[in-house]
């Protein structure tokens, strides 16, 4: 299963995953957790904050003061430094593959938790890139296209973030996703359709391994945002599947990430 939901992303702004202006009841606040522990030399971020409904449109309050610790089961843990409301980060873990990872989080006497793996790490073989002419979608140019090869005989789950000159294009709204289920052990060669490049143009492709929950998430969300073609529902969409314990929003994800750069010539 392939799904790119970058080309029709122009439509779906203004619509939270979480706070959906399409609700018109009014709605409790809930809490919204998004959690990601990678590989990467950085430190690892959680942002909490709370929903808001119909009559406070656009309104995500931050939540702070929340304890938030991450431990593994290596024996392990850290507890997280609040350093923007709402912004939790950590000062020396670093994800590695194999290691098992729990979140919890307390929130006004109420614990939210979660666990999660960090799969193995696949690596990009190569990019390469394809002229095409204009269509009714794209200009005139060249698409990139990432070469890896898939592990046999385990279930793998990717996203694919791509950079034009050091600048995200797809972002928290526009995911380029796909399992394993049609190309399991086998060399892959995915065209990733976001917009045509130029000449000269540095491209940047991250390829995300990520642990299963936090595909079904990505996967729920693209649906939940969107009807046929992208367009927004008219009918409430459902929240995203979270793996986060007593109710909570979002998502803990837990993925090795790997990456590779090449110059339109």
């Known amino acids: 299963m392939y799904k790119n939901n970058s080309r029709d992303s122009s439509k779906i702004k203004g619509c939270s995953p979480f706070q ?9 606040p809930a809490i919204v957790i998004e959690a990601v522990i990678t590989d990467q030399t950085v430190k690892q971020t959680i942002k909490l904050t709370k929903t808001s409904d119909y ?3 656009g309104i995500y309050p931050a939540v702070s003061y929340a304890n938030v610790f991450i431990s593994d089961n290596m024996g392990n843990s850290e507890s997280l430094l609040e350093v923007n409301p709402g912004i939790y980060q950590t000062t020396n873990l670093q994800g590695a593959t194999g290691i098992i990872y729990e979140l919890s989080v307390e929130v006004d006497d109420i614990e939210y938790s979660a666990i999660s793996k960090m799969p193995v790490k696949v690596n990009i073989d190569t990019l390469s890139t ?4 204009a269509t009714h979608h794209f200009d005139e140019g060249y698409m990139v296209k990432c070469h890896f090869t898939d592990p046999a005989g385990i279930s793998n789950y990717y996203r694919f973030k791509i950079y034009e000159n ?9 995911f380029i996703i796909s399992d394993d289920k049609i190309f399991d052990g086998n060399p892959v060669q995915m065209p990733l359709s976001i ?13 995300l391994s990520l642990d299963k929950d936090t595909f079904d998430y990505y996967n729920t969300l693209i649906e939940s945002s969107s009807g046929p073609g992208g367009i927004i529902s008219g009918s409430t969409p459902a929240n995203p599947i979270s793996n986060i314990s007593n109710g909570a929003m979002g998502y803990f994800g837990v993925f090795s990430i790997n990456s590779k750069t090449i110059i339109i010539q």
């Not at 394809?130 to 002419?133: H, L, M």
């Not at 000269?200 to 991250?206: A, G, I």
């Open 20 to 28: 959906c202006s399409c609700n018109l009841t009014g709605m409790k």
């Open 55 to 57: 009559f406070d449109p």
């Open 130 to 133: 394809e002229f095409f002419e």
């Open 166 to 174: 050091g600048v995200l294009l797809n972002s928290n709204s526009d």
């Open 195 to 207: 917009k045509s490049f130029q000449i000269n143009d540095t491209v940047t492709v991250e390829l």
